[in-house]
T-cell receptor, first 109, second 113 residues
Framework: RKEVEQDPGPFNVPEGATVAFNCTYS??????FFWYRQDCRKEPKLLMS???SGNEDGRFTAQLNRASQYISLLIRDSKLSDSATYLC??????????FGTGTRLKVLA | EAGVTQFPSHSVIEKGQTVTLRCDPI?????LYWYRRVMGKEIKFLLH????????ESGMPNNRFLAERTGGTYSTLKVQPAELEDSGVYFC???????????FGEGSRLTVL
C-alpha cells in the first residue's frame, strides 16, 4: 500500500463546477498536511496547508479527518486557470514529506 | 526574494556519461532537499541537508548518485555513470524549518539515452 494515495484522475469538469479530491495516508502519526499545485512542466507550489479544524481560502476548502486518515480538497466555482495537478503531501513530523501521485484536473470552457 | 534556482533546466546525456545538477536554495533556508519524479510516478525523496550536513540520504537510488552542499549554501547532485532509469525530473526544495512549507525549484529534467 502506498504511503499517500490519490485518485490520479483526470477529472474533467465544466467551468463553474464544484470538484472534490480525496487523499488517504497510511501513517497515523503524520503531523502536517498540505495541498500543492503543479502546472504542466513546472514545479509544485503550495496551495494550502490543511489544519485539523479545516480551513478555507477563497474558493478552496481543505479538510482533515485523522480518524479515517484522509484529507480532502474542495474547489468551488472552478475556473479554467484551476487546471493543474493537485498533490497531496504529508509530513510525518520530520523532514520527510511524502507525496501522492497527484490528481489531474481539467476545467473545460 | 529570489526563489530556489536549479541548473540546468534540461540535460540530455548518453548512458555512461556524467551529469551534475546544481541547486541554489532560498537564502537563509538551512534545509535543502532533493526529490525526483520519474514518469508516471510520485515525487520521491532522495536526501536532505541541514546546512552542509547530510541528515538522511536513504532515498538515494545507489552509489552512482553523490550529493554535496559545500559551505551550506548551494548543492550539487552528481550522477556517474548515468543509466537509462535515471531519467526524470530532479527537484530541489528548501525550507526554513523541517515541517513548514517547501519551496521548489523548477526542476532539472534529465534524459539519459
Amino acid at each position: 500500500r502506498k504511503e499517500v494515495e490519490q485518485d490520479p484522475g483526470p477529472f474533467n469538469v465544466p467551468e463553474g463546477a464544484t470538484v472534490a479530491f480525496n487523499c488517504t495516508y497510511s501513517n497515523s502519526a503524520s503531523q502536517s498536511f498540505f495541498w500543492y499545485r503543479q502546472d504542466c512542466r513546472k514545479e509544485p507550489k503550495l496551495l494550502m496547508s490543511v489544519y485539523s479544524s479545516g480551513n478555507e481560502d477563497g474558493r478552496f476548502t481543505a479538510q482533515l479527518n485523522r480518524a479515517s486518515q484522509y484529507i480532502s480538497l474542495l474547489i468551488r466555482d472552478s475556473k479554467l486557470s484551476d487546471s493543474a495537478t493537485y498533490l497531496c503531501v504529508v509530513n510525518e513530523g520530520t523532514y520527510k514529506y511524502i507525496f501522492g501521485t497527484g490528481t489531474r484536473l481539467k476545467v473545460l470552457a | 526574494e529570489a526563489g530556489v534556482t536549479q541548473f540546468p533546466s534540461h540535460s540530455v546525456i548518453e548512458k555512461g556519461q556524467t551529469v551534475t545538477l546544481r541547486c541554489d536554495p532560498i537564502s537563509g533556508h538551512d534545509n535543502l532537499y532533493w526529490y525526483r519524479r520519474v514518469m508516471g510516478k510520485e515525487i520521491k525523496f532522495l536526501l536532505h541537508f541541514v546546512k552542509e550536513s547530510k541528515q538522511d540520504e536513504s532515498g538515494m537510488p545507489n552509489n552512482r548518485f553523490l550529493a554535496e552542499r559545500t559551505g551550506g549554501t548551494y548543492s550539487t547532485l552528481k550522477v556517474q555513470p548515468a543509466e537509462l532509469e535515471d531519467s526524470g525530473v530532479y527537484f530541489c526544495a528548501s525550507s526554513r524549518d523541517i515541517t513548514g512549507e517547501l519551496f521548489f525549484g523548477e526542476g532539472s529534467r534529465l534524459t539519459v539515452l
